[in-house]
């Protein structure tokens, strides 16, 4: 992900800047993981953004005034109101290395401290005691999902466990050589990410960019070993004298592709930012909505359009191509009717009739009469087999096209659903792999994609989403079981859900509220009542030459559900 921990210092140093005593005016629940603060410092409102979305957890200032997102707060929203509202901003820390904001506030019952650990998948909000003890957060973790790190009001709060990892600081070349001795066929990259603690795959690509001006060069490649280390100080360089350089790197439609405390030279299209706050929201978008990012989906859903206007084009001309299975019969029948009349048939006759059964209506035979009999029932059992063959090859094309034609049903689909920029890029880059947008593949930064989501429910059932067709594929065939129970909205694209078989029955309102998941994730989200099929992991396959996530199953049962308004627990 790019909020890395170069990231996180930047904001921190940002944040302890313009809100250090600042005072609390305002809290409110943006949507279900998210909480926006509004602090009035240096005679200005400051709009404090704090998320832990499992796919994009950040914090960040934001542009403009927070839009309450939920009907009913969550309980951390109501403790925060109720111990932080007036509450004075003392200071704003960040653990070294790590992706973590602590931010203390002094109010009149005592000190507190809201801790934002901005880690992908295991993002929380915790809001603790001056004795360290918690007292609420946004996402409760208990024994079932970790069983040394427990994140439940009335536990004492522990840090995320430390990066068995190298300080970038204290990196030298020795160092580096045994690294690259002892793997020099891995990339280059993928050795920083693996050794160094803080450095994200867009951290250490510039780096490497920097110093063999190949992002992908293999370590054993590395033009020289010196100029490595040269490059590992300079790109942190801004966190030892806090001077950061904020910057987005842009696509061709003007959407944010990534963004950096630090100067990107390896992407094009880059331009400064305001701040990295601004930085972070160009890329993450604004939390106002879904509408905010409609201009980006119009010319992706353009592009999808595009591409099933030509598929249905495709599919028409391929019925008309198929050969009527009478005239096909009639060709057959004429050739075999001239071989058993062609003593009779005199030079030059033109046509002649027949009946081919006994009893039958006679079929009239139209003849060349520039060749023999002989040579005319040929020229119609040639026809009679080439139009075979085409006929026995079209249902084949026509299966594929309808593949195809559900496939960008699920990407529109993804599209609809996305709420970020990284999930529009998604899809932008699926259909350009697949060769639906014209021109040559554009490689773009790589910044971890989103993944599955990942719920528990009260009893302990962990429960598997996938929000768009990557996902799809890897919840049903990496993160499912054979036991596990799958489920589906039938006959629309939509989200692969799994429920994981740990033994125990699962009750019937667990596979209801996971149908109603699968409802949510579907064409039919706003539909009273929606259809979803419940089936074995086990009976379902892949569809060969399909899409990711194009599936067939069988043995299904189902359940008629209401879509879930909200997802929680995740």
Sequence with gaps: MYFDALTTAAVGDELRARLKGGRVQNILQVDDFSVGMEIYAQQA????????????????LASDKFRRGVQQPDPLTLRLRRHLSGARLRAVTVPDWERVLCFDFESLDGGYRVIAECIERRGNILLVDEDDMILECIRRVGPQDNRVRLSLPGHLYAPPPPQIKTDPTGVTRRVLEGWIQADPDLAAWRMLVKHLAGFSPLLAREVVFRTAQDIDTPAGAIPSVEDLQAEIETVIMPLWERDWQPCIAED???????????????????????????????????PVGADAYNAAKKPVRESIQEAQDKLRRKLEALERSQQDPAELEHLRRSGELILAYQYTLKPGQTRFAAAYEVDGPEITVELDPALSPVENAQRYFKQYNKAKSANAGVPKLIAEVWRATAFLDQLALDLDLASNWPEIEEVRETLERLGYVPGPQKKRPSGGKAQPLRLTTDDGFVIWVGRNARQNDEVTFKRGAPEDLWLHARDVPGAHVIIKNDGRTIPDKVIEYAAALAARYSPKRGEAGVLVDVTRRKHVRKIKGAGDGMVTYRNETSVTVAPAREVQGA
Excluded: M, W
Aim: hydrophobic residues 45%; glycine residues 6%; charged residues 15%.
């Design 45 to 60: 409102r400051h709009y404090l953004l704090l998320s832990a979305t499992p796919q994009n957890p950040r914090v960040h």
């Design 252 to 286: 061709e439609y003007g959407g944010a592709l990534a963004f950096a405390p630090y100067r990107l030279t390896h992407l094009d299209r880059v331009r400064p930012a305001a701040s990295i706050s601004a930085a972070v929201e160009a890329f993450y978008g604004a």
